[in-house]
């Protein structure tokens, strides 16, 4: 392919990923094509789910009355041969194929060169793009693989034109069934409600560099500081709005957001901004965007989610910038909340009483909303690609928060069969809600403790609601990330008490400082070609020993008084990291004695996340008190996937052979020297794992909040035995889906197959 077509073809590429509709984007690609590479004629086919046929979408050089009216089957025409062979069709004269179909409405009697190649997205044939000229002979070798590079640039971004292109024209046909659209699950439950759709208070993006004089610095510097006297004023009054519903745990919420709003790292970076001769607003602009960048590129999705706090911050202060003022919308009836991003503070301005649900096109379960909304029993769903919040306001829609799906439109039967669900749901969480109190233990008397993961002391509240037996994994990461440089020791003790007393006696599991990879400090960059793969977690503390001592006596220090304290140290994969590491805890205690501080040596596990940990089990369950196993990251690294890529996402799964035989022999190992071993991570709030892991033998299971009860549920109705008898099956399986498909089975014979309950 010639550095012209390349060019050309990246140039298609841009101008097919801006198009906002599908037709547009189709155009683009039948003109654009026919032009580079001289054809006679360009034409797209898209597959037709419902009816099983190929379509013609676009085309240039037929005749134009034809496009949406041929139609193929899919074993029909040459159209139908490159789809079903996904694999490029080049032939010097399409009418002597045998798999030739002459088409009378696009007047091609007189077109003999035929190329197709198919439209792949996900191994999954999308359609077919063809093209054709009047002479009888072969298209190059060079026209091949530009149409085939082509098609392969081109799926993704037709794909997303082509779900963008269907919804508009459903939402503009009154006559349309009830259309479904799918996201995250924020907070589980169902609700249906009238769309009440808000908009961001402010723009940050559309804001322009404005350079000012040295005279208009102080003026500046004065505007912002009011904007943060208004925004801190808004939250308190949020706060007390709120006071009649939720706890004071809940609340800190407000408190959080005030810390935030006046933490040196956003005052002083904008000030300095400005006195560098950028107004305000610029400078607000940029300091948001320096931090937003910094918590979008982590991999926890607990604390990429703190983005979404960023910015809502700066929307407000710059909404107080511009002058604005927020309108509160009358709100009468049941309404489902929705937002390109919805945020804390709009959360906060609809009336508990008629928020039936929340939907934001942005945002998972880890975000403050998710968790706010859970905590509330109000259903959520998060992560909505191509919502038209623009478009919904006022439509009718079902809201199922667990299944992640939003229903527009819908009929009448489909409101009758949620509204029975609706009482299902009342019923199941009545039985739900009996558990709490009750043990976390199987038919035949054995206790699996129940933790939960957290980071926030406004967390404690919705945690302690669920019944969890404690925390299996505190990130100790939020001081250090909230902040313009390393917070000192008394500073972290401080956190780090409160959340030991929060749960006390329960036992709290703090990570020890687990930075690099996905999360970089503003004040302590690291920069490199695969972070995941690189200087992160034990290896940066035990390159930094002064940062490590200063955090493990802040932590030593918090347990003086409630000792309910274990200490676990993440991204182990070497006997000599332990050794060390032991050597700086043992020299930081020894220090906090010699000074009178009397503290009790903690309880020390290490994370297995890293598989080359999983073979030395042996050497370090004798130098360990427990294990604790990152499935997330133990998945990722055994499989090689990104979770987080949407190419390879799919491939992520905790039930794959591998990683089942892996936590398998773990336990197996850690339990041969009398040490408990404990799971997070997203397995552990999966019903069906959770199954699978007790069977195994794990010791404890920590997970998200929202997924105890569910898991609870699942642990009392079975026995240790069947548990022992469905490893037993599933280590001879081959595959995941099979797994699951057995564990399901399982689940339908004891009766827990509600949706509701367990499928999410």
Request: net charge negative; proline share 4%.
């Amino acid at each position: 392919m010639t550095n012209k077509m390349f060019d050309t073809l990246r140039n298609i590429i841009q101008d097919v990923n801006e198009a906002s509709e599908l037709e547009q984007a189709l155009n683009i690609v039948v003109h654009r094509t026919r032009q580079v590479m001289h054809a006679d004629a360009v034409s797209v086919y898209f597959l037709d789910d419902k009816n099983d046929q190929l379509v013609l979408m676009a085309s240039d050089g037929y005749n134009q009355k034809a496009v949406g009216k041929i139609k193929f089957n899919l074993n029909q025409g040459l159209v139908g041969l490159v789809f079903n062979q996904t694999e490029p069709v080049n032939i010097k004269n399409a009418h002597t194929h045998p798999n030739y179909h002459f088409v009378t409405e696009t007047d091609e009697i007189s077109f003999h060169g035929f190329l197709g190649v198919p439209i792949i997205q996900h191994r999954r044939a999308l359609g077919v793009l063809v093209v054709r000229q009047t002479q009888h002979r072969r298209f190059s070798a060079n026209d091949e693989t530009f149409l085939v590079t082509l098609a392969a640039q081109l799926a993704g971004a037709i794909s997303h034109a082509k779900k963008a292109g269907e919804l508009t024209k459903s939402l503009e046909d009154v006559n349309d069934s009830s259309f479904i659209m799918t996201g995250l699950c924020g907070s589980p439950g169902i609700a249906i409600g009238e769309a009440l759709v808000v908009f961001p208070p402010a723009s940050l993006s559309a804001v322009p560099d404005n350079h000012i004089s040295d005279d208009e610095v102080n003026e500046q510097i004065n505007a912002f500081n009011d904007a943060i006297n208004n925004v801190e004023h808004e939250f308190k009054e949020l706060s007390q709005h709120m006071a009649g519903t939720l706890s004071n745990e809940e609340l800190g919420l407000f408190d959080a957001f005030c810390l935030m709003l006046r933490s040196d790292t956003l005052v002083d970076n904008v000030i300095d901004r400005i006195k560098s001769g950028q107004w305000a607003q610029g400078a607000l602009r940029e300091t948001i965007d320096e931090h937003v960048k910094q918590f979008n590129s982590m991999e926890d999705s607990y604390l990429r989610e703190r983005a979404a706090d960023i910015k809502d911050l700066g929307r407000r202060i710059l909404m107080h910038l511009q002058k604005q003022q927020t309108s509160r919308q009358e709100v009468t009836g049941p309404v489902v909340l929705i937002g390109e991003e919805v945020s804390v503070s709009q959360f906060s301005e609809v009336p508990l009483q008629h928020l039936a649900a929340i939907i934001s096109s942005k945002g998972s379960a880890s975000s403050h909303v998710a968790i706010l909304s859970h905590a509330l029993g109000i259903p959520s769903v998060m992560g909505v690609d191509n919502f038209p919040v623009s478009r919904i306001k006022g439509q009718k829609l079902v809201v199922d928060g667990y299944s992640g799906q939003i229903y527009v439109k819908p009929k009448q039967a489909i409101i009758d069969e949620f509204n029975q669900l609706i009482n299902k749901e009342k019923t199941l969480n009545a039985e739900l809600k009996a558990l709490i109190n009750k043990p976390s233990e199987t038919k035949d008397g054995v206790h699996i403790p129940l933790y939960v993961n957290t980071g926030l002391l406004q967390d404690v509240s919705p945690s302690l609601k669920s019944g969890a037996e404690g925390v299996g994994l505190y990130r100790t990461e939020i001081p250090f990330l909230m902040r313009d440089g390393f917070p000192g020791e008394d500073e972290q003790a401080k956190t780090y008490q409160q959340v030991l007393k929060s749960f006390s006696p329960r036992p709290v599991t703090f990570r020890t400082l687990d930075i690099g990879g996905d999360k970089a400090l503003p004040y302590f960059p690291v920069v490199e070609a695969n972070p995941f793969l690189g200087w992160r977690g034990i290896r940066i503390m035990l390159d930094h020993p002064e940062i490590f001592l200063t955090q493990i006596r802040a932590i030593l220090k918090s347990n003086i008084y409630n000792n309910n304290l274990r200490l676990m140290l993440p991204m182990i994969s070497d006997v000599s990291e332990v050794d060390e590491s032991l050597k700086l805890i043992q020299k930081a205690h020894q220090e906090l004695i010699t000074e009178g501080i009397d503290v009790p040596y903690p309880i020390i596990g290490i994370m297995i996340e890293v598989p080359s940990a999983i073979y030395q089990m042996d050497a370090l369950a004798k130098r360990v008190d427990f294990f604790s196993i990152g499935s997330n990251d133990l998945t990722q690294y055994l499989l090689a996937v990104d979770r987080n890529n949407k190419q390879v996402a799919s491939l992520y799964n905790c039930l794959h052979p591998s990683v089942l035989n892996s936590i398998n022999y773990i336990i197996t190992i850690a339990h041969k020297y009398n040490k408990p071993v404990s799971l997070c991570g997203e397995m552990a709030g999966d019903p069906a794992s959770a199954l699978l892991l007790v069977g195994m033998g794990i010791d404890s299971l920590s997970m998200s909040a929202g997924s105890l009860l569910k898991v609870k549920w699942a642990i009392r109705s079975f026995t240790k035995k069947k548990t022992e008898e469905l490893v037993a099956r599933t280590l001879t399986m081959e595959s995941a889906s099979s797994i699951r498909s057995l564990i399901k089975h399982e689940l339908n014979q004891a009766e827990l197959d509600n949706p509701i309950s367990i499928d999410n």
